[in-house]
Each structure stands twice: as structure tokens, then as C-alpha cells.
Nanobody, 125 residues
């Protein structure tokens, strides 16, 4: 079975940093694009970053560009999201997802099948 395990969330002050991790199992890691999404209760889901594990290409939403960095450790089947200069508006539940779409399509459409359980990020002002 495919599993995506998201971790690394927590409570941090504005301006601080967190690193999220998404550990994947049950899939051929290189064949998938991994994306990070976030959602606040009552609001729509936002695709914020993605990485192609085969080609290494990345993409970012404008809301996080320059502050967040996505990376992949193919040996560990894990994708990281380094989040710096965090703002209160970054507070959300963060999810990782995997699909074989292009990076930009994954961020726009979300993954059809494979989602992690999410990890909460809370940024205090």
C-alpha cells in the first residue's frame, strides 16, 4: 500500500522556521511528483510547492516563494519543505501528496489517490 507520512509541524513564532518531511513508501519514488498543500478550516486547499523526483524540477506558489524551499532525498524516499520567515498567515494544516502529473498540474488539481495525513503548523504573532 502507498503511504505518505507527513511530520515536522508545530508551534513557532513569526519569523521562525520549521522543516516538514513527507516520507513515502509503497511507490516507485522516482516516478512521482510530490506536492505540499495547506488548508485552513473553512477555506480552500492551496497547493504551495512541488518537486519532480525524477527531474528535480520544483515549483512554488507566490505566497511562499522565496521563503519556502522544497527538496528531495531519493535514498530515503522523503521530501522536505523548509519553511523560513514564517508568518501568522502560514498557519494551516499541511499535507503532502503524490501523483504522476506534472508539478504544476499537481498543485492546481491535487492528487487523485495519494495523500498524507497532514501536520499542523501554527505561527504565532
Amino acid at each position: 500500500d502507498v503511504q505518505l507520512q507527513a511530520s515536522g509541524g508545530g508551534l513557532v513564532q513569526a519569523g521562525g522556521s520549521l522543516r516538514l518531511a513527507c516520507a513515502a513508501s509503497g511507490l516507485t519514488f522516482d516516478d512521482y511528483v510530490i506536492g505540499w498543500f495547506r488548508q485552513v478550516p473553512g477555506k480552500g486547499r492551496e497547493g504551495i510547492s512541488c518537486i519532480s523526483n525524477r527531474h528535480g524540477g520544483t515549483a512554488y506558489a507566490d505566497s511562499v516563494k522565496g521563503r519556502f524551499t522544497i527538496s528531495s532525498d531519493n535514498a530515503l524516499n522523503t521530501v522536505y519543505l523548509q519553511m523560513d520567515s514564517l508568518k501568522p498567515e502560514d498557519t494551516a494544516r499541511y499535507y503532502c501528496a503524490a501523483d504522476q502529473l506534472s508539478c504544476l498540474l499537481l498543485l492546481r488539481l491535487g492528487a487523485e489517490n495519494y495523500w498524507g495525513q497532514g501536520t499542523q503548523v501554527t505561527v504565532s504573532s
